[in-house]
């Protein structure tokens, strides 16, 4: 997948039919933030924080989004989406002249630091031509005037009519847009002062801005408008959100909490959630959860902040991007079935936590649903606990431990992406036995890697089973039951896998259907 994904188009990728089920796949994380520049409402994917400085800026004052990426990074987080969000955020505008009127170019990306440039010129047309002419567009570095990007269009048209219609070309183009009113006349060739055939460019007349302050409706965003945590809706697969503060002073309110735990849940994601400065003891910190409502196996909580060991006392730090490197490292060392309770897997020795908890406070947390920092050897601090926040009802019981939870979503990602290519194969029996072939490999593969308790697993498959009598759908379910380690007692599930998506529901198992056939 490319890093960038074009608005309006979902590109999803088909694994290969039969091929073996990858075991051990990259954890991807996804923050949605504030930025200096950058495409807004589109993932991008970096893979260390230099590319986040050269895409979106450097670290910015007014937004906390370059901290969490560098935390993140810096705690063994490899593939990361950025969904840049503003509030009122303006690109900068360009006027090229024609003959009285004027092409009008309002760049893509806004921002302060954006700027681009434009250049005109007639190379390659004929001399009694009037309506065709070329436009180049430059990204230029602010601070050291490199050229960052560049695009060029020929021939183009100032006439509505036109095949070539600039307004009409500038849509496929990643730096501008063409603004009314239209020009009237094709645009001048741009050159130096007296030098008419010596080329120039013309740089912005108004400059972009950075827009107010998020509010949480900004990290929500429109499922329809593809904004916000929807934008989401454009890359295949994450496993883990992150919500960084909105601002300085300011924190991610329960209304965002709660639609992004419904979006998480939609998708099969991990919600990372920090805990309120205003936290000063455990029993706030457990009080102040139940009072936000946040129950759910999809939400990872945690207390308390982080404070630097060198830097000022008075400030507290949230830790949850940190969480989400370790979490990629984890999985990358160990696998999700793991605690991050593990060798290597500590926080900078620079960070220790704002509080010390004794062991009834740690226990209280717990059992509310809530992990907590504290030290351990070497003087690191570590996460300990690997509860979720699904506390307190029957449904979610099997899921209040973190390693059950995140492997079985794994396990459902993985098997979804895998098996899509069924949905395009005839639906018989023989489909059945190698859809089962295929899962039953990779569950005795998770097997060896000490994943599961044992092999006494049961995959059953029935191809066309969505096919009612009221639809023309088709599809193939498949029947799991696996015991993870760490768990208390055998999980079941079935996964609903159809040309239009994929859906997971539960179900219970009799034994006297083990290893049956199809």
């Not at 006027?95 to 190379?123: H, K, M, N």
């Not at 899921?399 to 979503?409: A, E, I, Q, T, W």
Request: net charge negative; aromatic share 8%.
């Amino acid at each position: 997948m490319s890093d960038a994904v074009d608005h309006g188009i979902t590109v999803t990728e088909i694994a290969a039919m039969d091929q073996p089920i990858d075991v051990c796949p990259e954890t991807t994380a996804a923050f949605i933030g504030r930025a200096l520049r950058g495409p807004l409402n589109t993932p991008v994917l970096l893979n260390n924080f230099g590319e986040f400085r050269r895409r979106f800026g450097d670290v910015w004052g007014r937004s906390s989004l370059g901290p969490a990426v560098k935390q993140f990074f810096d705690h063994g987080g490899k593939g990361l989406y950025i969904v840049r969000v503003a509030n009122n955020a303006r690109g900068a505008m360009l006027c090229l002249p024609a003959s009285g009127s004027a092409l009008v170019l309002r760049a893509v990306e806004p921002g302060s630091t954006e700027f681009i440039r434009a250049a005109v010129d007639y190379d390659g047309i004929d001399g009694d031509n009037e309506e065709l002419f070329n436009l180049t567009l430059q990204r230029v570095n602010p601070t050291t005037g490199t050229v960052l990007d560049q695009e060029f269009f020929r021939k183009l048209s100032w006439e509505k009519d036109s095949a070539t219609f600039v307004a009409d070309e500038l849509l496929a183009s990643e730096m501008a847009r063409v603004e009314h009113p239209y020009p009237t006349h094709r645009p001048e060739r741009t050159t130096v002062s007296g030098r008419p055939y010596e080329p120039s460019y013309v740089d912005h007349v108004q400059a972009g801005t950075d827009g107010a302050e998020l509010s949480n409706y900004d990290l929500v965003g429109s499922r329809r408008e593809r904004s916000g945590l929807f934008a989401l809706e454009q890359i295949e697969q994450f496993d883990l959100l992150y919500l960084p503060a909105p601002g300085k002073g300011r924190d991610v309110g329960p209304a965002a909490v709660l639609a992004a735990e419904l979006y998480c849940r939609e998708r099969g994601a991990m919600l990372i959630v920090d805990p309120l400065p205003d936290w000063s003891t455990a029993q706030e910190a457990v009080d102040g959860v139940r009072d936000l409502g946040y129950a759910s196996p999809n939400l990872l909580g945690y207390y308390p902040r982080v404070i630097e060991r060198r830097g000022d006392a008075d400030v507290s730090r949230p830790a949850g991007a940190a969480l989400a490197g370790l979490l990629c490292k984890l999985d990358r060392t160990y696998g999700p079935w793991q605690t991050l309770d593990q060798q290597g897997l500590g926080l900078h020795r620079q960070l220790k936590p704002e509080y010390e908890l004794s062991d009834d406070d740690q226990l209280m947390l717990m059992r509310a649903g809530l992990n907590t920092l504290a030290a351990g050897p070497a003087g690191k601090t570590r996460l300990s606990g690997s509860v979720t926040m699904g506390r307190g009802s029957e449904a979610y019981a099997r899921f209040s431990k973190l390693p059950v939870r995140r492997f079985c979503l794994r396990i459902i990602s993985t098997i979804a992406t895998a098996t899509r290519w069924a949905v395009f194969e005839p639906e018989d029996n023989a489909l059945a036995r190698r859809l089962r072939g295929q899962v039953l490999t990779y569950l005795h593969c998770l097997d060896d890697l000490g994943a599961l308790v044992d092999d006494d697993f049961i995959v059953q498959c029935d191809a066309g089973v969505s096919n009612r009598s009221d639809s023309e759908e088709h599809g193939v379910t498949i029947l799991l039951k696996f015991h993870p380690a760490g768990c208390d007692e055998p999980i079941s599930l079935t996964l609903h896998q159809t040309a239009s998506g994929f859906r997971v529901g539960s179900t219970a198992f009799g034994l006297t259907i083990r290893h049956s056939a199809t």
